[in-house]
């Protein structure tokens, strides 16, 4: 039994055409390095101080990309399939996009799980299955990609992927 749904943002719910060349550019010049990925992983491994100016770079190229924000059809069906169940989102967007994304799409949760919480996939499950106070194991959690199938098994929550299958936001 499904107790408790979470669900993944970019890719899940919305899509999100990020310039992540540009972005990759800006996180060079901050940490004087080439870029070695993958992003979240790279990111993880700096210091606080340096990971603050690149979640400034981040948050600006995902804000900059809002405007050009698609919706994902088949994940906002099964978010109004599950509107009566305690619902969490994680995401490793910044809260300044996810604040702009939901309040444009009218859609509410009652935990959110930001990159600024943790860059670590499991981990931000671990901590929304908590918050909800529901056992991983009745809970579902829905993305769109491999790697949210195998964060969701050790985690051990129950998974379901959807599609990308996308349609346009009307403008607010």
């Not at 400034?56 to 995902?62: R, S, T």
């Not at 990309?65 to 059809?73: F, K, Q, R, S, Y």
């Not at 009218?106 to 919480?117: A, D, I, P």
Request: aromatic share 6%; hydrophobic share 40%.
């Amino acid at each position: 039994m499904i107790e408790a749904v979470i669900f993944d943002l970019d890719g899940t719910l919305i899509n999100l055409p990020v310039n992540y060349d540009k972005l990759i550019e800006g996180i060079e010049k901050i940490t004087k390095t080439d870029y070695v990925g993958p992003l979240t992983v790279a990111v993880s491994k700096l210091d606080e101080k340096t990971k603050k100016r690149v979640f400034k770079v981040w948050d600006e190229a995902e804000l900059a990309a809002l405007a050009e924000m698609t919706v994902n059809d088949e994940g906002m069906a099964v978010y109004r399939e599950f509107s009566e169940k305690p619902r969490a989102l994680v995401t490793m967007q910044g809260k300044a996009l996810v604040k702009a994304a939901l309040k444009r799409l009218g859609l509410s949760f009652n935990v959110v799980v930001t990159r600024e919480n943790s860059l670590d996939r499991v981990e931000q499950l671990k901590h929304a299955t908590r918050t909800l106070r529901m056992p991983a194991e009745r809970t579902l959690f829905i993305g769109n990609t491999q790697g949210d199938s195998h964060a969701a098994k050790n985690a051990e929550c129950q998974f379901r992927r959807v599609g990308t299958n996308k349609s346009a936001v009307p403008n607010p």
